[in-house]
């Protein structure tokens, strides 16, 4: 079978997917679904079955393992640079992170077969959760440019944070989600919200003077936030537009409606949510308010957010 990439190249995290697995119940209610393919993530002949998944569609592929933190993003780059059409991330929204940020304007195409303990972009574009699904789609789907969102000189794909899931974030180190997988978010929000101290975000929106304020901030890109729980039903990745959703309180019990109503799918239509759309916005250093992008911790306010219209070749189902 011929292909119509001339050389591509696969980058893997082998640790993607680490960690307990939640029940089913609570699997559905945080919007999660399980991508676990592999048997064993650490498995040496994992790689070899993805770069066979790959030669059966005509795809004859290269193929590297991450190591530490920031190896997606040079092995990316690296790509650009040295003639690749094609890059299939294997992991989860960390490891796409890293190699988006490696392939951020250039003609290089990005293929994903999804993993990890969470995987948003998978449950975004409808990527298949099986190995060959996902090779499939590799090789026949659609090309499509899609737009990124930016944090300073760092991209998003699906979305960024500003505010206590930024901070939940920085907490989970590597050995505690390796152990506890995706359960272990929801253990160190809840050990810490009463805690936290939870200082107002103050945000401009397109340079506007009206500055606008609340306690959580989500920009997305696409319309999922942490599993396939809906923020925006406006967010479209081509649109040009980020979707902003600003929470104005911050008491436990509006907390748990902000989760409901995300469940649920209506959060811009809880009382105390603005959602709104925009080209760029500026989070003042007002709180120094931790920051993630893709559910990566980054770094504190103050932060330039813009939309990066069409930055990003991508494969999706057809």
């Known amino acids: 079978m011929n292909s119509r990439y001339r050389k591509a190249m696969i980058i893997y995290n082998p640790r993607s997917g680490q960690g307990l697995k939640l029940p089913n119940l609570f699997q559905h209610f945080l919007g999660l679904r399980s991508f676990d393919w592999k048997q064993n993530p650490e498995d040496e002949h994992v790689l070899g079955q993805i770069v ?36 299939v991330a294997v992991g989860g929204d960390g490891t796409i992170n890293e190699v988006v940020n490696g392939l951020a304007g250039s003609e290089v195409v990005l293929g994903v077969i999804p993993a990890g303990t969470v995987n948003v972009y998978g449950l975004l574009m409808k990527l298949p959760g099986d190995l060959e699904g996902a090779c499939r789609v590799i090789a026949g789907g659609t090309v499509r440019r899609v ?11 699906c979305m960024a944070g500003v505010g206590f899931d930024a901070f939940v974030i920085q907490q989970v180190d590597s050995g505690l989600k390796k152990a506890w997988g995706a359960i272990a978010y929801a253990l160190v929000a809840g050990a810490n919200y009463f805690f936290y101290p939870f200082r107002q975000i103050v945000v401009q929106v397109d340079q506007q003077t009206t500055l606008k304020k609340g306690y959580f901030l989500i920009v997305g890109n696409g319309k999922y936030y942490g599993g396939d729980m809906i923020f925006s039903s406006r967010a479209d990745m081509c649109d040009g537009l980020l979707d902003v959703c600003l929470m104005k309180r911050k008491n436990i019990w509006d907390f748990f ?37 893709d559910a990566e911790y980054i770094g504190r306010t103050p932060a330039a957010i813009q939309v990066v219209p069409s930055a990003l070749k991508v494969v999706v189902p057809s």
């Open 52 to 87: 066979d998944g790959l030669k059966q569609y005509g795809i004859h592929a290269s193929a590297a393992c991450t190591s530490m933190p920031g190896d997606g993003t040079r092995l990316a780059r690296e790509c650009v640079e040295t003639g690749y059409d094609l890059v």
């Open 147 to 157: 737009d990124l969102g930016r944090v300073e000189n760092r991209y998003f794909l």
């Open 257 to 293: 409606g902000y989760v409901l109503a995300l469940r649920r799918g209506n959060l811009e239509k809880y009382i105390h949510v603005e959602v709104f759309q925009c080209r760029s916005l500026f989070v003042s250093s007002r709180g120094r308010h931790p920051v993630h992008v």
